[in-house]
Nanobody, 118 residues
């Protein structure tokens, strides 16, 4: 399984950006998918998750601004980011957790840089 994140860039505060994650290989709709981010000098943090039936969870810091979606047929996942803030600047990673791993994310994309200017 390989994950490829894309769509990052530079955006002004208050703006929107949509990043995507494309999966290849034997990834199934039953897998849990997630977005993480890591800002310079900070630990990686969970942004949100999406399960097979498209139920989602979000970190408090992005709730109501960020929205995760997935297309199981196309093996893609997206993160729609609205009302972006400078503190959202980070490298964003997509991750996948197969069933039976206790929620461990065994597969990671390479990351895409999101920079929000004030």
């Amino acid at each position: 399984v390989q994950l490829q994140a894309s769509g990052g860039g530079l955006v002004q505060a208050g703006g929107s950006l949509r990043i995507s994650c494309a999966a290849s290989g034997s990834i199934l709709s039953t897998w849990i998918m997630a977005w993480y981010r890591q800002a310079p000098g900070k630990q990686r943090e969970l942004v949100g998750t999406i399960v097979s039936d498209s139920r989602t969870t979000y970190a408090d810091s992005v709730k109501g601004r960020f929205f995760i979606s997935r297309d199981n047929t196309k093996k893609t996942m997206a993160l729609q980011m609205n009302f972006l803030r400078p503190e959202d600047t980070a490298v964003y990673y997509c991750a996948a957790s197969p069933p039976g791993t206790g929620g461990r994310y065994n597969y990671w994309g390479q990351g895409t840089q999101v920079t929000v200017s004030s």
